[in-house]
């Protein structure tokens, strides 16, 4: 069984940074990261194979970092540049399948955190 549990969340103006962390246990291979406001539908923001390549929105690219630590077992979003739209509750999310294609999918994954807020103001 996966298990994920997100941090890192918080209150930050615009132009700061935040860096999300996701502590993962079990079995994975596809990861992401997705993000979610009330009354909207939940989207992708990045995402990474296990052997290496990444996916990101075009909203945040240039923006946001996903990385992976299997040594360590943590999934990472570093996030600069933070505008107020970016504000969402954060989900990680995992699958153990090899995904090909729609990392950036939602109903795709299999395994998901509690989610971790992040607010930004202008």
């Known amino acids: 069984q996966v298990q994920l549990v997100e941090s890192g969340g918080g209150s930050v103006q615009a132009g700061g940074s935040l860096r999300l962390s996701c502590a993962v246990s079990g079995y994975t291979n596809t990861m992401g990261w997705f993000r979610q406001v009330p009354g909207k539908e939940r989207e992708g923001v990045a995402g990474i194979r296990s052997d290496g390549p990444t996916r990101y929105a075009d909203s945040v690219k240039g923006r946001f970092t996903i990385s992976r630590d299997n040594a360590n077992n943590t999934l990472s979003l570093q996030m600069n540049s933070l505008k107020p739209e970016d504000t969402a509750m954060y989900y990680c999310?995992?699958?153990?399948?090899?995904?090909?294609?729609?990392?950036?999918?939602?109903?795709?994954?299999?395994?998901w955190g509690q989610g971790t807020q992040v607010t930004v103001s202008s």
């Open positions: 999310a995992a699958d153990p399948r090899f995904f090909p294609s729609g990392w950036l999918l939602a109903h795709a994954y299999k395994y």
